[in-house]
């Protein structure tokens, strides 16, 4: 069974720091991951999807990683901004599952800070 | 934003009574799921579709049913609800199961009291 785990579950940071989110996953036979922001209150809202064959993929101040060997994908933020605070999950897609399954981890929930 | 609609927004019900969420997307996707969002669980699949009147289970569809007569409607029934179903429902949306990239939409928030 796929678990997906996300760490650290909280950060806060300062107005302007670079960042990372860390997302790991135990079975690595994925097809692909994809990093969503949930604002309170609201619905997800789809950063980025990486597919299996891909190493990277980056959106504006947004990067993210895939290390399938490794079970790991990182979300890196580049000078952050109040703006960015959210809950980010990542969501992970297993070979096999026609119907488009996404096991989820529970979240990072980031606040930057003025 | 993807075209995607779900009602009502915010609804309280009885135990016991039946209750009815409605997904709506204008985008022509194949494919839709229900998810259900509790603090502790994360979100977990409860039913999706592959297409008009195909449906299946996903990990928590126990006192759940779902029907799709229409490519832009998807619906949640809770037969006959339960304080567990207290939760947040959203519905996603996916063009194939190729390009995968889900799509959701702003959720229902459901009180069973």
């Known amino acids: 069974k796929q678990e997906v785990t996300q760490i650290p579950a909280a950060l806060s940071v300062p107005e302007g720091e670079n960042l990372v989110l860390n997302c790991s996953f135990t079975d690595s036979a994925i097809y692909n991951l994809q990093w969503f922001r949930q604002d309170p209150g609201k619905g997800l809202t789809s950063l980025l999807l990486i597919q299996s064959s891909q190493r990277e993929q980056t959106s504006g101040r947004l990067n993210a990683s895939l290390d399938k060997s490794s079970g790991r994908s990182t979300l890196y933020i580049a000078a952050s901004q109040p703006g960015d605070s959210a809950t980010y999950l990542c969501a992970v897609r297993r070979w096999g599952t026609s119907y488009g399954k996404l096991t989820f981890g529970q979240g990072t929930i980031l606040t930057v800070h003025p | 934003d993807a075209g995607i609609t779900q009602s009502p927004r915010h609804k309280v019900t009885e135990t016991g009574t039946p209750v009815t969420l409605r997904c709506h997307q204008t985008?022509?996707?194949?494919?839709m799921y229900w998810y259900r969002q509790d603090p502790g669980h994360g979100l977990r699949l409860i039913h999706y579709s592959y297409g008009v009147k195909d449906t299946d289970k996903g990990e928590v569809s126990d006192g759940y049913s779902v029907s799709r007569s229409k490519t832009e409607d998807f619906l949640l029934t809770l037969e006959s609800a339960t304080s567990s179903q207290t939760s947040v429902y959203f519905c996603?949306?996916?063009?194939?199961?190729?390009?995968?990239?889900?799509?959701f939409g702003p959720g229902t928030r459901l009180t069973v009291t």
């Open positions: 996603a949306i996916s063009e194939s199961w190729e390009a995968s990239e889900q799509y």
């Open positions: 985008e022509n996707h194949r494919y």
